[in-house]
């Protein structure tokens, strides 16, 4: 079985920005993005990628999420994070793609595997889907995304560049 991911919006954002929406697909047998973060993202600029990738490609992998788990709720995270967690915690499979650390926190105690962006990206390089992780990680710091230097050096001597 492939991998399953279910995505939440700052991923979707940051990958937009940086033109690495194709690598969700390329990485992931099944994306899913809950409709609470499809929301999130369609409330950005008309022009922002990841909006313009949730009206086109994207909206097939909407998907309604339902009630939230009371367990996920009780962690009063942001409602798209919630969503993610509700789905990754209530189908078996399913890794969460989350930035936000109380969420990534959340994941863990609900033993839901999780993956940031750097994670999606050290995953690429593994699988030669991008040839450097450095510049792409420039790439995403600049876009916003905040990567610690512990996670930086970790990631970079993973990927074999430091």
């Known amino acids: 079985m492939g991998r399953r991911w279910v995505v939440n919006s700052?991923?979707?954002?940051?990958?937009?920005?940086?033109?690495r929406l194709p690598l969700l697909a390329d990485l992931a047998e099944v994306i899913v993005?809950?409709?609470?973060?499809?929301?999130?993202?369609?409330?950005?600029?008309?022009?922002d990628p990841?909006?313009?990738?949730?009206?086109?490609?994207?909206?097939?992998?909407v998907r309604d999420v339902g009630a939230l788990d009371p367990v996920v709720a009780a962690w009063d995270l942001g409602l798209g994070e919630s969503h993610v967690l509700t789905w990754a915690a209530g189908n078996a499979?399913?890794?969460a793609i989350?930035?936000?650390?109380?969420?990534?926190?959340?994941?863990r105690a609900l033993?839901?595997?999780?993956?940031?962006?750097i994670g999606?990206?050290?995953l690429a390089k593994h699988e030669g889907r991008i040839n450097r992780l450095?510049?792409?990680?420039?790439?995403?710091?600049?876009?916003?995304?905040?990567?610690g230097p512990e996670v930086l050096e970790a990631a970079l001597r993973l990927a074999g560049e430091s």
């Open 120 to 122: 999606v990206l050290l």
């Open 10 to 19: 700052s991923p979707l954002i940051v990958l937009g920005k940086v033109c």
């Open 93 to 95: 499979g399913y890794e």
């Open 50 to 61: 990841a909006v313009r990738w949730l009206a086109s490609e994207g909206r097939t992998w």
């Open 134 to 147: 450095a510049p792409i990680i420039d790439e995403v710091q600049a876009a916003g995304l905040l990567v």
């Open 33 to 47: 993005v809950p409709d609470a973060v499809a929301l999130e993202v369609a409330r950005g600029p008309a022009d």
């Open 98 to 107: 989350v930035d936000d650390l109380a969420a990534r926190k959340c994941a």
């Open 111 to 117: 033993r839901v595997p999780v993956r940031g962006v």
